[in-house]
């Protein structure tokens, strides 16, 4: 039976610290996003939003597509060679990763330029239809800037920081996009048009710049430490790199599929207005998926190291701490989102408060999933892509049928109940494999504890504020002061149970996000 030893303190203060940082950088993630939709929807109204975001969500799914898994292929042998020595291979990785990623963006880039017209015939009709079709075809030349762009700042968490991550993807990008949107609608005298679509994907093409200059930073740094080496065969590494990557192309796919395939059902069954509503409504779930990935970011080169050198023990209890952290900051949120969804939504206009329900179900998926924790991380850094790759392909297959059968009846609720349950099967499958995967077991009592905290010192006091001054912006301003008091007080009497005293004393000792080859 495995122990439960906790691993030295330099890998929970590594966890900490750059869960910390990414935590932020999440945060601002959210907002920002927030921030852009509200001013998309604020121009353009449900119909003209919906056109531009199915239109950002075929050029998500395409582009995502172009990655090949390669961004994951990289934190995990990056991490996974410094802790060997082997940092001389990391020059040859990016040869036999990014080659075939800059062909593939070519390729599929100008097939949707060339098929925008038949996409848009598909996710919309009439006018909408049209109006999606040119957005696509001024995004699809950005289609492999993108890809190679992801591909290059999630590999640079291979070398143990997140701070490219935060510093470039987190919050510059997103902070430029916000900017140039708003003033490409200030400045178009319609839609937005052009303007719109190159303020929104000309970010993605500038960040790929600094983001390269600091991989190849982290790269040289890590380099100049690793021993000297015979030369390692291009054959050698490139069947090892694409022999976990390539099922995780397919991952990767069916994740991005499941995060924007009910946008599009609802766009080519109901219309373009409503998908419009649904995907403004759902951009509060920015918020808490991102928080989740703060955590599993850094979690996972941190235990492909432990891994590497054989310590399930560690690996388990920095496992479990992630899991307990990572509720401790999404289900307080989520609690506030349930409560107030009408106030939440009324932020983008009357009519987008009709997702009220829809949201709420969401929400419970995304705690629910916090919960079970990010067990998926851990089993990939195990080296089981193609399990992960199997959880993905059951997971879409439960989003699709589940979509399929209400979303035409029911709409966004439909379109919700389905997406949530795709949110909790794919948390609940890789925990429930985690044992065999990894030697790791999954569930500890920090998780359940988290959950009544937030609860009660967070739920309860913003079903209290609802209740004196109604689902309106005013009780939100006061669900959230009590909520912020009632977490503190349980965060403080149950601070050994949600293991914060570790959380706290990780920052007290000296040391930086948790870089391997500096940052």
Partial sequence: MTSTRAPASSDLGRLARGGTLNFVGALAYGVLNFALVVIVTAKLGADGTGEFLLAIAAFNIVAKMCELGASTGFVRLISHDLELGLGRRIPVLLRVGLVPVAVVGVVLGAAMGLAAGAIGDIVADGSSADGVADHLRVLAPFVPIAALYSVVVQGTRGFGTMRATVTIERIAKPLAQVVLVAAALVLASDDGGVLLDLAWAGPVAVATIPAAAWFARLAGAAMARSPELAPPSPRAVAAEFWRFSAPRALSQLF???????????????????????????????????????????????????????????????????????????????????????????????????????????????????????????????????????????????????????????????????????????????????????????????????????????????????????????????????????????????????????????AFRSPGSDGALAGS
């Avoid at 209890?317 to 992630?322: D, I, K, M, P």
């Avoid at 949120?333 to 709420?360: D, N, R, S």
């Avoid at 109940?417 to 609940?428: K, T």
């Fill in 255 to 505: 994740a991005v599929a499941v995060l924007w395939f009910d946008t599009l059902l609802i766009g080519a069954l109901r219309s373009a207005e409503e998908a419009g509503v649904y995907a403004a409504s759902t951009r509060y779930l920015l918020i808490g998926t991102f928080t989740a990935d703060a955590v599993s970011q850094v979690l996972g080169p941190n235990v492909s190291r432990l891994l590497a050198r054989g310590d399930r023990s560690g690996g388990e209890h920095l496992y479990r701490a992630a899991t307990t952290w990572q509720l401790c900051l999404v289900a307080p949120v989520y609690a506030v989102v349930i409560v107030f969804a009408p106030a939440l939504l009324g932020v983008f206009g009357e009519e987008f408060t009709t997702a009220t329900t829809a949201l709420v179900i969401l929400s419970i998926g995304i705690i629910v999933s916090a919960g079970l924790g990010p067990a998926d991380t851990v089993v990939l850094m195990a080296g089981r892509s193609r399990l992960s790759l199997l959880n993905s392909a059951v997971t879409l297959m439960v989003n699709l049928v589940g979509n399929l059968l209400l979303t035409p009846r029911h709409g966004i609720l439909g379109a919700a109940i389905a997406w949530s349950a795709s949110i909790v099967v794919v948390a609940a499958l890789p925990a429930m494999q985690l044992r065999r995967a990894a030697g790791i077991r999954p569930f500890g009592g920090g998780s359940l504890v988290a959950l009544v905290a937030a609860a009660v010192g967070v739920g309860l006091p913003c079903v209290l504020a609802r209740a004196l001054l109604g689902p309106t912006l005013a009780g939100l301003a006061l669900g959230a002061v009590l909520g912020m008091a009632g977490g503190a007080i349980a965060a403080g009497l149950l601070r050994e149970r949600l293991q914060l005293g570790e959380l706290v004393g």
